[in-house]
C-alpha cells in the first residue's frame, strides 16, 4: 500500500534523526583522528562525506515534503474560500493594480487623496506575472508547473511575526554539555548555558519613485514599475541589510558581525578547491552541534564554482542545459549581490540560527499631493516594510574567505 504523505514525512523525520546521531558520532571520531594524526584518513573522509550527504538528502526531502503539506492545507483553504474555484496567483505588483481602490482612483483622481495597499509576505516572492490587467480564463486546481524564482537569504531564515515596536529575546552564546552517567544517590552534573537577554527595535525599509500621472491610464506599465524596481529594489536592501546591518541607528544587526570566523576542523586536502572549503565549513558547523542548512556566496564566486571543471574537461557542478536550483552539498545556494561576501562565504544552519520578525509586510501607497506633483502632474508611489532580526545563536553561522590556493577552475 503507497504511505501517505504525512506517512512519508514521518518515515524521513525518523531517518533523519536517525542520520543526525551517526553523522554526529562519525564527526566526533573524524575530529579525533585528525588531531591525533594531524590529517583524515581516505577512508574516514569518504564514511564522513557519505553520512552528510545522506543527512543534507534528508533534510531537503523533510523540508520539500512539509511544503507540499502547507500547499496542499492553503489550497484547500482557499479553494473554500472561493466557493469552489482555484486561487489565481497573485504577486505584489499585480495585487496592488487589482485593486478596487486603485482602480478607484486612477478613474478619478482627487487632490489630497492617498491609497494604500498592502502586500502580504508570500506576494513578494511570487513569481512575475506580467500581461495587462485584465480578468484571464478560470484556472481549476490542477497541477501547475513550478516557477522558480530568485532565491533571497530571508528564504532560508525562520519567519515570525510581531505587533510591538520592538522585540525581546535571548541570544546563546556558549553551551557546555556535561552530561555524564552517575550513580544513584550522588551529585548530578552541571552543563554551562550562556546567553545574554537582546532587545531589537523593529527597523523601516522603504523607497520612493515619481512617475506621470498618464502611468495611472496604463495599469500594465504601473504593475511591471512596481515589480522591476519597487518590490525588487526593497528585497535587495533587505538582503544587505540581513547580511551586514551594523546595528548602529535604525540598520538591523546582521549575521556576518555577528557569525563565527571560519577555522578548517581538519586539514584541508591537497589541491582544494572552494567547494572543498564549502565542505568543511560544514563539518564546522556540525562540530558545533548546529548542522548547516544553506550556503551564501556572492555571485561571482559560485559561477567559478559552477565552472569548475575536471581534468576531462567536464563540469562538476554545473550543468548549462539544467534549471533546477543552485546547491551544493546537498544545500541549497544562495547567490547575492553583496560585495561583502566576494570572495568570501556564509555557512550556517539558518532556520535554527536566526529568524525574521515582520511587524508590518510591504506597503504600497500612492499620493498625487507630495511636494510639487499637482503642479507637475506627477504622482508619488511609497513602498516600505517594517522588520526586525535575531540571530539566536551566532556559532550557526560559519563566515569565512576562500583561500589564495584554492582553485574553482579545476579539479585534478
Request: aromatic residues 6%; proline residues 5%; glycine residues 6%.
Amino acid at each position: 500500500m503507497a504511505m501517505t504523505v504525512d506517512e512519508l514525512l514521518a518515515e524521513v523525520t525518523r531517518k533523519l534523526n536517525e542520520s543526525g546521531d551517526a553523522f554526529a558520532k562519525k564527526a566526533d571520531e573524524a575530529l579525533k583522528a585528525a588531531k591525533q594524526s594531524g590529517d583524515l584518513s581516505a577512508s574516514m573522509k569518504d564514511s564522513v562525506d557519505k553520512l552528510a550527504l545522506e543527512h543534507n538528502t534528508l533534510m531537503a526531502a523533510q523540508e520539500e515534503l512539509r511544503g507540499v503539506i502547507d500547499n496542499a492545507e492553503k489550497l484547500i483553504d482557499d479553494f473554500k474560500a472561493n466557493g469552489g474555484r482555484g486561487p489565481a496567483p497573485q504577486n505584489a505588483a499585480k495585487m496592488f493594480v487589482d485593486d478596487e481602490s486603485v482602480k478607484a482612483f486612477a478613474a478619478s483622481v482627487q487632490g489630497n487623496r492617498r491609497v494604500s495597499v498592502p502586500v502580504p509576505r508570500a506576494a513578494m516572492t511570487s513569481p512575475t506575472i506580467t500581461g495587462p490587467s485584465v480578468p484571464g480564463p478560470e484556472q481549476r486546481p490542477g497541477i501547475l508547473p513550478l516557477l522558480r524564482p530568485r532565491l533571497f537569504v530571508r528564504d532560508l531564515i525562520s519567519g515570525g511575526r510581531t505587533t510591538a515596536p520592538a522585540i525581546f529575546w535571548v541570544q546563546v552564546t556558549g553551551f557546555t554539555n556535561n552530561a555524564a552517567p552517575v550513580a544513584e544517590n550522588t551529585t548530578k552534573p552541571y552543563s554551562n548555558l550562556t546567553y545574554s537577554s537582546k532587545i531589537t527595535a523593529v527597523s523601516t525599509i522603504a523607497h520612493m519613485f515619481k512617475a506621470s500621472k498618464q502611468i495611472l491610464d496604463d495599469m500594465s506599465q504601473l504593475q511591471s514599475l512596481i515589480e522591476s524596481e519597487m518590490t525588487i529594489g526593497l528585497k535587495q536592501v533587505e538582503e544587505a541589510q540581513i547580511l551586514t546591518g551594523d546595528g548602529t541607528g535604525v540598520n538591523l544587526k546582521g549575521i556576518l558581525p555577528q557569525a563565527s570566523a571560519y577555522e578548517a576542523p581538519i586539514t584541508l586536502p591537497a589541491a582544494a578547491t572552494a567547494i572543498d572549503t564549502l565542505r568543511l565549513a560544514m563539518l564546522q558547523s556540525q562540530l558545533a552541534r548546529l548542522p548547516a542548512t544553506g550556503h551564501v556566496l556572492h555571485y561571482s564566486d559560485w559561477a567559478g564554482i559552477e565552472l569548475a571543471k575536471d581534468t576531462l574537461g567536464r563540469y562538476i557542478i554545473g550543468d548549462p542545459q539544467g534549471s533546477a536550483a543552485p546547491r551544493l552539498w546537498g544545500l541549497p545556494v544562495v547567490a547575492t549581490e553583496s560585495s561583502a561576501l566576494l570572495g568570501k562565504f556564509l555557512t550556517g544552519a539558518f532556520k535554527a540560527g536566526a529568524q525574521i520578525f515582520d511587524r508590518e509586510e510591504a506597503n504600497i501607497l500612492i499620493s498625487t499631493e507630495n511636494a510639487d506633483d499637482f503642479e507637475k502632474n506627477m504622482i508619488s508611489i511609497r513602498c516600505e516594510e517594517r522588520l526586525a532580526l535575531a540571530v539566536y545563536r551566532p556559532e550557526a553561522f560559519v563566515f569565512g574567505s576562500f583561500s589564495a590556493d584554492d582553485d574553482d577552475t579545476s579539479e585534478t
